[in-house]
């Protein structure tokens, strides 16, 4: 296949690929966003990961609550010997039912409970902070599709102009007016050129791939986006002040430190005494045959009811070590706060100084692209008349394509810098976005189990 047909199938592969939707059916980016709120994998998780969380307040309060237990049994004896009579045979048997309540254990349910409704809080901002991760991923991924197409279709113009060019050049050198060097030179750039597309076209495909795996759908025609200026806040100050406040990434390790402060309290708590309250009710059964008369056959109700008192007096040093622990692990939680503080001031940071940047390197590449194409006017009509060689056209075509990538690029930096501040500052979120998505609430699912005293079935009836 010749390069001139080779160009013209693989500018009609990728129209097909990239532009068979109609216009009335393009993409936009916040429906990409809306789609990857409601089908994206990892967030699907983190939400089921709060829904786990929900039931530790449960099986915490569980400690406040009585339990109930039945037992029954049945045995058979025969015996005989020396001093036995022959042939005795006893059965015996029963059934009861015990109810034991604790009254006091040294508030430790208590700190249970609230260690797990500080997990919970914990989890939904973990979760919050899920879905801002994903809705920036799904933002950039759309970007990528768009940058990577557009890329694609430079690469394609820049082909089919080198195609001419070594047609021009071999049609000189055919009428003497050109040189074999120049026919050298532009077929030298026609290769790169083809080279160059080919790995264009291997972007589009895998941009198109990590699309779908963050938004769930296949890339069809995309609209261009620009980006959420007005969501953002109005100075880098002010961003650091947002994010500080609201980043669910530092609101989660705010309540893991309240988490670990009552983990430290339930452990206090098995160095204080217990008390329960237990009752029982039981029948029994006993056969003997032969018949005695000190233990009569039939059945003999009992009934029972008392309290318990236990005093910890040592355990082998496991207590002491569990409280130790507990408090380590407290400390480590209150550096962890600062931590996620500084990782976020400094995510923060540098998306403002991405997107001040995007935004003046969009100015200048929009300049250089008029620049760039005008040089090649200039040239291409300076080389007709004799005053420019081919490789003066060459030169001036590549720094056009490359001006028009920078171009493209920046414009692509701009969109997703914008997204990332929105993500850094903890304002990234489907509701501020204005998308057509019902959100979700995990309190529904809290709200559902956090006082179910029994039931196997999950709230949406599993």
């Known amino acids: 296949m010749s390069l001139v047909r080779y160009s013209i199938a693989a500018a009609l592969l990728f129209s097909v690929g990239g532009t068979g939707i109609s216009a009335a059916s393009a993409e936009t980016i916040f429906g990409a966003l809306t789609k990857a709120y409601q089908y994206n994998s990892t967030l699907n998780a983190g939400r089921a990961g709060v829904r786990v969380t929900d039931e530790g307040v449960a099986i915490a309060k569980s400690g406040w609550r009585p339990t109930v237990t039945g037992s029954s049994d049945i045995n058979y004896a025969s015996r005989s010997g020396i001093g036995i009579q022959s042939g005795t045979r006893l059965t015996t048997g029963g059934f009861g039912v015990t109810i034991q309540q604790t009254l006091f254990d040294g508030f430790q349910t208590l700190n249970n409970v609230r260690g797990a409704e500080a997990q919970v809080r914990a989890q939904r901002e973990n979760l919050r902070n899920t879905q801002e991760t994903t809705l920036f991923d799904a933002a950039s991924a759309y970007m990528n599709v768009i940058l990577s197409r557009q890329i694609a279709s430079f690469r394609e113009r820049n082909l089919a102009f080198l195609n001419e060019q070594v047609r021009a050049a071999k049609s000189r050198l055919d009428v003497g007016e050109g040189t074999r060097t120049d026919v050298a030179q532009a077929q030298a750039s026609q290769a790169l050129a083809i080279a160059q597309l080919s790995a264009a076209r291997a972007q589009v495909l895998s941009d198109a791939a990590t699309y779908h795996q963050i938004i769930g759908d296949e890339p069809g025609k995309l609209q261009p986006a620009r980006p959420v200026t007005k969501l953002l806040p109005s100075s880098l100050a002010s961003a650091f002040a947002v994010a500080a406040t609201e980043h669910p990434a530092i ?8 988490a670990s402060e009552f983990s430290v309290k339930s452990a206090e708590g098995t160095l204080l005494p217990s008390i329960a309250a237990q009752a029982g009710l039981s029948r029994d059964y006993n056969h003997l045959s032969p018949a005695s008369s000190v233990n009569p056959n039939g059945w003999n109700n009992s009934a029972s009811v008392g309290l318990s008192l236990t005093v910890p007096i040592y355990q082998g040093g496991r207590a002491s070590a569990q409280v130790r622990q507990a408090k380590e692990s407290l400390g480590q939680a209150r550096i962890q706060v600062d931590v996620s503080r500084d990782q976020v001031r400094a995510a923060v940071a540098a998306a403002w ?16 692209v008029k620049a760039a194409q005008l040089a090649l006017d200039g040239v291409i009509e300076e080389r007709n008349v004799g005053q420019r060689t081919t490789l003066d056209v060459l030169n001036s075509q590549a720094d056009l394509i490359s001006a028009q990538i920078n171009q493209v690029s920046a414009e692509r930096d701009l969109v997703v810098a914008s997204y990332a501040i929105l993500s850094a500052t903890g304002r990234l979120s489907a509701g501020r976005l204005g998308l057509q998505v019902a959100e979700y609430h995990p309190e529904e699912h809290y709200n559902a189990v956090k006082d179910k005293w029994y039931g196997l079935r999950t709230p949406d009836g599993r």
Not at 251 to 258: C, F, G, I, M, N
Request: hydrophobic share 40%; charged share 35%; net charge negative.
């Open 251 to 258: 609101r989660a390790t705010e309540a893991l430190v309240d």
């Open 353 to 368: 100084s991405q997107y001040e940047a995007a935004k003046e390197s969009t100015r200048a590449n929009a300049e250089a």
